[in-house]
């Protein structure tokens, strides 16, 4: 038995190097193992052995699984399951958020086990409606404009206007993607379907790993569960006459996050997309490996930094993928050279000069409108970024509708979130009249 279980141990350590662990709220190393520990010795007597494997190899799939989780595990099974039959179970909402997703991904929404519930009345579907609805529209849309403007003319700008067109892509992205997996949740919700969230504050992480798990947390999860995994699982043996047993972790690392980019496109900016993404993850691996896991306390100016640093090589990555999803023929070339104009045309006048223009020239042929569109994008990402905080800082990232639903002045939000979203279609389409297509998609 203590050889059974010093085998998955080791197997611990291996998926705890990879798992995207974040300092604010991941367990550590030792935590985890302390927590497996206090399951196997819990258990002890109460199950056949065979249980206690199953139970504990959930553990490994699952890192960041806590102690109360395992009580439900414990208290929700047939003793004589095997890990198979663990495996098969379809497990209700609670047992999933349990046991974690890798198990059965699917059956998180109800859709095997609940099926619909019609009667669901709460209210938190009007308000991730309404949410998700003024991050698309009232913020990623209007960005859009700029954005569009921009980057296919990007040899007519200097490195300031580059460098704000890029951050704005940037916070496009996010609130258009969090934007409508909001909606989505809420149409959910409005339907009985309770589905997992896909974005939880990500540009708070301090470092990559945690912002992995903030970001696309379902696509993130994916490559996790089937694609790390069997990597960091498999015994290479066999291929490698027994010299070695299994894959560096490290190599497991860069393979996932360097396969990600060929999964959103086979083109070239996509796959420099994806190996910016394998280098930052790896590098953070090495360094960690050298320097030590982050402390989960460290001064606030520490944190700051980190995450700072974590949008910067982020926003330079995100230069890529625009270029790769615009439809004006750019390349991975012209991806370099607008990188390179980031260090050229430092001139306050011209700057300024490109700012009022780039609105002015590009769908706003009125000065009144100009300063209101800049007036609108800084009041929308304000507020956008005020709730982020709030939901990070104060309510440790539990649901966005959770958050709403205990403001103290929500209805004042809700009203405010309305506002911006009818303003922000105004905007987004050139004013009184004008149209500017379907959204940042629209040539994907």
Known sequence: MDRMF???????????????????????RDELRAEADALEKRLSGEAPIRVKAALFKLT????????????????????????????????????????????DPL??????????????????????????????VAISDVLGLVVDEVFPNYRS?????????????????YFNF?????VARAVGLLLGLNLPENFKTPFFATNFSGFWSRWHISFSS??????????????????????IQRLPVEFCVFTVFYVSGFWHGNTLPFVIWGLLQACYRLG??????RFGKPKKKAPAKTLWAKRAGVFVLWTISMVFFCVGMSGAGLTAGDAFAYLGGWFTGWSPARFGAELYGAAYNGFYANTIMVAAYYAFVVVTLALGFALDARRAFTYKNKPSEICLANEKYRWGIYYVLVICLLVGYIMQNGGFGGASGFGMYANF
């Not at 700008?157 to 992205?173: E, H, N, R, V, W």
């Not at 953070?284 to 490996?289: A, D, F, P, T, V």
């Open 6 to 28: 010093e085998g998955d141990r080791a197997l611990l350590d291996r998926q705890y190097d990879c798992v995207c662990y974040d300092p604010e709220t991941g367990l550590s």
């Open 60 to 103: 490994l799939e699952n890192a960041r699984i806590h102690v109360d989780e395992f009580d439900w595990i414990a208290d929700h099974i047939d003793y004589g399951d095997t890990l198979s039959d663990l495996r098969g179970r379809q497990w209700t909402d609670s047992g999933l958020k349990a046991i974690g997703a890798p198990i």
């Open 107 to 136: 059956a998180e929404s109800g859709l095997l086990t609940a099926g619909l519930d019609i009667s669901h009345t709460s209210p938190d579907w009007a308000r991730l409606l309404a949410l998700g609805l003024f991050k698309m």
């Open 284 to 289: 953070e691996e090495l360094m960690h490996r």
């Open 222 to 243: 994916w490559l996790q569960d089937y694609l790390f995994m069997p990597l960091a699982w498999a015994d290479v043996s066999g291929l490698t006459g027994g010299k």
């Open 157 to 173: 700008y200097g490195g300031p206007m580059l460098i704000l067109a890029a951050i704005f892509y940037t916070f496009q992205l």
């Open 178 to 182: 969090s934007g409508y997996s909001e």
